[in-house]
């Protein structure tokens, strides 16, 4: 049992030095995505994996927590002090995992939740017909307005009121302009909803300080930890004081078992790294890219979704552009330009097969890549998109590659 893993499974070994190698030599625009510092990854890799923690620091059905007790502690407390919240709970196993907790906590079955519709850029877990939460909870859906791609807030206040949903959501996973948590609260309020922010994607802007906090206007907030915060895959939960008791339940013993302690200690790592002055620059750097990513787009005809961005992800609509979402994503795929592609408000094609694809700044910015490289994205993203043969995308791979190999990938020595 102590042999690595080079000798121990080569053909797994083989696969993680394919991915390495992969996400080196690619230019990664998903807006989700990340690449984690070798501290955080060497933390997600220890023996804490090992270890069973059902229960909280201090109150655990296990045994031997002597290291994960002050660990699980340590983590609750830098997550405290980075978003200024009361509590933390940091055992979610992932960002969905930690929505439902807040169904737990706060609905019964079949009580009304309002949220953004995933046509309109919000979460599955905001409840969409498909996910479980649009199936055991009654959904109400808002979406932006489709002159302006935007929110709409007194179109959600009237729809609040109509409804008079018992939970509110915040966010989403393809809107690029800033959340109004304090009108969204005061919505809620006026209905007597709870209000939760998911700020999944935006986290690590949110603690860099480049977009607003929902942490004094929210009963609660949801967040994954490998997106823009650049942690390990998992979910967290802030709230105020008053709903920490229903929150911790809901997360154990309501949803889940024992926490992956391994990836705790990774977020312990991450939220220290997010706590810097770099990482305060690391998130101004993500925005600015993406602005200038979007101006350089915009500059070459390509449609993007409420003219511009504000954080750090970007939606093109393609129509104008006569190429399918999906064909310009695979296209692009093959020249070493790596996004997805994605339903624009109104789509009048398939979510299989949508009109659009979306992008962002997090991954390029870890690289220090910088407004010079944006420039170059959005002139090859052009040459592809124009034409999305294997001709033209093995042209743009070559001069792909050089750039690449000049920003050394985080956490990859390859
Ligand atoms: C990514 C995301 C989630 C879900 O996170 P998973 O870790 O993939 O379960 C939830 N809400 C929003 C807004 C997201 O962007």
Known sequence: MNDPLSTADPEVFELCRAEERRQAEKIRLIPSENYVSKAVLEASGTVFTNKYSEGYPGKRYYEGQDFVDPLETLTIDRAKTLFGAAHANVQPYSGSPANLAVYLAFLKPGDKVMGLALPMGGHLTHGWNVSITGKFF?????????????????EIRDLAKKERPALLWAGGTAYSRLWDFETMASIARDVGARFCADIAHIAGLVAGGVHPSPVPHADVVTTTTHKTLRGPRGGMILCRAEHAQAIDRAVFPGLQGGPHVHNTAAL????????????????????????????????????????????????????????????????????????????????????????????????????????????????????????????????????????????PAPGISA
């Not at 307005?145 to 807030?153: H, I, P, S």
């Not at 220290?272 to 070459?300: D, G, I, W």
């Open 138 to 154: 009654t959904p109400v859906q808002y979406g932006v307005r489709k002159d302006t791609g935007r929110l709409d807030y007194d």
């Open 268 to 407: 312990a790592v991450a939220l220290k790294e997010a706590a810097q002055p770099s990482f305060k620059e690391y998130a101004k750097r993500v925005v600015a890219n993406a602005k200038a990513l979007a101006a350089e787009l915009m500059a070459r005809g390509f449609d993007v979704v409420s003219g511009g961005t504000d954080n750090h992800l970007i939606l093109i609509d393609l129509t104008n552009k006569k190429v399918a979402g999906k064909v310009a994503a695979k296209a692009l795929d093959k020249a070493g330009i790596e996004l997805n592609y994605n339903s624009v408000p109104y789509d009048t094609r398939k979510p299989f097969d949508p009109s659009g694809i979306r992008l962002g700044s997090p991954a390029v910015s870890s690289r220090g890549m910088g407004e010079a490289e944006m420039k170059l994205i959005a002139a090859w993203m052009d040459r592809v998109v124009a034409d999305p043969s294997e001709e033209t995308a093995a042209k743009v791979l070559a001069e792909v590659r050089e750039v690449t190999r000049k920003f």
